[in-house]
């Protein structure tokens, strides 16, 4: 099947340990790779403060990861992450090669 890159940034609620948010972190992982995709890289980038309120949060933990997956993958991870009551906001982008 043909597999693209993707790369996801998601914002995990600020009141989370970093724990929790490691294991958020880990979910998604697992999602993308029992699809049949395979994760670059996944990692916590900072906690921040957000420019506004965002139903209620006005911090988050920014997660950005980086995936090789199928068509159909993303829109499962962006389905469950749309339904998680831990992310704040989540986009996919496919990530394009800029050639040299």
């Known amino acids: 099947m043909n597999q693209k890159k993707y790369e ?7 009141n989370l340990s970093d724990e929790d948010v490691q294991k958020i972190a880990d979910q998604f992982k697992a999602v993308v790779e029992k699809n049949g995709g395979t994760v670059e890289s996944a990692g916590k980038w900072d906690k921040r403060k957000l420019a506004y309120e965002i139903d209620g949060h006005r911090d988050g933990n920014y997660i950005l990861m980086h995936f090789e997956a199928p068509a159909p993958v993303p829109a499962e991870l962006s389905r ?4 998680s009551d831990d992310i ?10 800029v050639p040299a």
Do not use: D, K, N, S
Request: aromatic share 10%; glycine share 4%; no cysteine.
């Open 8 to 14: 996801a940034l998601y914002i995990v609620a600020g």
């Open 80 to 83: 469950l992450m749309r339904i």
């Open 88 to 97: 704040v906001r989540h986009r996919i982008f496919i990530r394009e090669e």
